[in-house]
């Protein structure tokens, strides 16, 4: 069993920067893809940006490319989502998520692919 726990969320205006932080409860924290979802009010939680197990593959959505950044600390047993030139479509709560693979460079999708999520943190954007 993995516990994910994310924090740095918060309050923003437009234009803003925050960094979020999961932090992973597994002595191999090394063997986990990861990624990271959000689920706005009234939405379904939607994908945002994945990880590979060893950091050097990533992939974001559309609607984030350029202006978040994942990467990982495997000696920290933390993943990141640098977030800037944020928007108020940005709010939601985000939720990172974590999957064994033996695949190095392997980085998943969609919902079902992750095993463990953590509990979120809320972001909010003020316009």
């Known amino acids: 069993q993995v516990q994910l726990v994310e924090s740095g969320g918060g309050l923003v205006q437009t234009g803003g920067s925050l960094r979020l932080s999961c932090a992973a409860s597994?002595?191999?924290?090394?063997?986990?893809?990861m990624g990271w979802f959000r689920q706005a009010p009234g939405s379904e939680r939607e994908f945002v940006s994945a990880?590979?197990?060893?950091?050097?593959?990533?992939y974001y959505v559309d609607s984030v490319k350029g202006r978040f950044t994942v990467s990982r600390d495997n000696a920290k047993n933390t993943v990141y989502l640098q977030m800037n030139s944020l928007k108020p479509e940005d709010t939601a709560v985000y939720y990172c998520a974590a999957r064994p693979t033996s695949t190095l460079n392997s980085y998943y999708r969609t919902r079902l692919e992750y095993m463990y999520w953590g509990q979120g943190t809320q972001v909010t954007v003020s316009s």
């Open positions: 597994t002595r191999t924290f090394s063997s986990y893809a």
């Open positions: 990880i590979s197990r060893s950091g050097s593959a990533n």
